[in-house]
Nanobody, 115 residues
Framework: QVQLMESGGGLVQPGGSLRLSCAAS????????MSWYRQASGKQRELVAT???????NVADSVKGRFTISRDNAKNSVYLQMNNLKPEDTAIYYC?????????WGQGTQVTVSS
């Protein structure tokens, strides 16, 4: 079992930055592939970024060059650095852990980009 807790969301002006954190507990964090997803109101949940247990990263085209995913296995945490935020980045951001058939989700953290 893995428990995930996101933090760091909030209200930010366009062009601003936020750093989301996802703290994991309950299992060996380092073996999981970690991802950030987001879901805007009225839209489907979409993949934002992924980092494998070996540190290989991938980010969606819509956020490439603005968002960076990273992990700190010593702190059982994964991060999403979001720069140059746009109103269309407004969504609930979720953390996800995957290993084989095991999938775990956090509760989400709201990010609102507005002037």
């Amino acid at each position: 079992q893995v428990q995930l807790m996101e933090s760091g969301g909030g209200l930010v002006q366009p062009g601003g930055s936020l750093r989301l954190s996802c703290a994991a507990s309950g299992s060996i964090f380092s073996i999981y592939t970690m991802s950030w997803y987001r879901q805007a109101s009225g839209k489907q949940r979409e993949l934002v970024a992924t980092i494998t247990s070996g540190g290989i990263t991938n980010v969606a085209d819509s956020v490439k060059g603005r968002f960076t995913i990273s992990r700190d296995n010593a702190k059982n945490s994964v991060y999403l650095q979001m720069n140059n935020l746009k109103p269309e980045d407004t969504a609930i951001y979720y953390c996800k852990a995957v290993r084989a058939t095991m999938i775990y989700w956090g509760q989400g953290t709201q990010v609102t980009v507005s002037s």
